[in-house]
């Protein structure tokens, strides 16, 4: 299908356009040129749909941890003492605490899309709070769950 200007109207014929709005395609239709990040204003849906892939495919590396950690269960005392001491280091008590703040987060974010699925909240402004309230909620339970790890004393660095 190509692209057509409206019968009569010489202003949208994308052969004679100067603005760059339109580029001339390898079979040689010309096709609008798609809008880029300049075009579009910041949303914090855009941060949470974002944010909901990244956490994501975060927790599919948290996955292949506790692959490694029942790995290291089933090798015996020795692996099992190896790895607790890596992921009880800060730097692996770092990536629990990331891998968590993705749990919650994708989980607030799964629920924010079954609302949607539901057909309700889809209006910008309850859109927009409904995305804030999934971040504000992965940050604070997050905060939470790590901070009661360490006020019982199960961690400590």
């Known amino acids: ?16 356009d100067q603005t760059g709005r339109f580029v001339r395609q390898p079979n040689g ?3 609008p040129l798609s809008p ?11 941060l949470g749909s974002i944010l909901h892939r990244i956490t994501g495919g975060a927790l599919s590396g948290g996955a292949v941890l506790v692959v490694l950690w029942l790995l290291a269960l089933a090798f015996g005392p020795g692996a099992y003492a190896t790895f607790t001491g890596w ?14 703040l993705c749990l ?4 607030a974010a799964g629920v924010r899309h079954l609302i949607w699925d539901a057909g309700e909240g889809l209006t910008p402004k309850s859109a927009n709070a409904l995305a804030t309230g999934s971040i504000v909620f992965g940050v604070v339970v997050s905060v939470a769950f790590w ?6 004393g199960r961690v400590s660095l």
Do not use: C, K
Not at 87 to 100: A, C, D, E, V, Y
């Open 104 to 107: 919650a987060y994708h989980l």
């Open 29 to 31: 239709r010309v096709r």
């Open 147 to 152: 901070a009661g790890l360490f006020m019982t």
């Open 87 to 100: 992921m009880g280091s800060p730097l692996g008590l770092l990536i629990w605490f990331g891998l968590t």
């Open 1 to 16: 299908m190509s692209t057509s200007p409206l019968p009569g109207d010489a202003s949208n014929d994308p052969t004679e």
């Open 36 to 46: 880029h990040l300049q075009i579009w204003r910041w949303h914090v849906t855009m």
